[in-house]
């Protein structure tokens, strides 16, 4: 069973950038898809980006054109660079396979808090 340990996250300023990791236990090459969710307190986990194996991304409409998804299956690592934060992407990160696939278990995840 793959476990993914995300890190990353911080306070930073509205306009702020950062850039979260996660590596998983095991090989994800054999995981078509890897993707990046977020939930904020109050609020159902959501979809935030999507990476296939060859390259092929998703985004959700909120973080089109900040957010870039990537992996490294070499390293088991996939990664979210994110810039031009806003205050309503403040929430727990977490990585798992694509939403279409069978979850894996979900890692603790990481906190990011936009604010000034």
């Known amino acids: 069973q793959v476990q993914f340990v995300e890190s990353g996250g911080d306070l930073v300023q509205p306009g702020g950038s950062l850039g979260l990791s996660c590596v998983a236990s095991?090989?994800?090459?054999?995981?078509?898809?890897m993707a990046w969710y977020r939930q904020a307190p109050g609020k159902q986990r959501e979809l935030v980006a999507i990476?296939?194996?060859?390259?092929?991304?998703t985004y959700a409409d909120s973080v089109k054109g900040r957010f870039t998804i990537s992996r490294d299956n070499a390293k088991n690592t996939v990664y979210l660079q994110m810039v031009s934060l806003k205050p309503e992407d403040t929430a727990v990160y977490y990585c798992?396979?694509?939403?279409?696939?069978?979850?894996?278990?979900w890692g603790q995840g990481t906190q990011v808090t936009v604010s000034s």
């Open positions: 990476i296939r194996n060859g390259g092929a991304t």
């Open positions: 095991g090989t994800i090459r054999s995981i078509y898809a």
């Open positions: 798992n396979a694509g939403p279409w696939l069978p979850q894996y278990s």
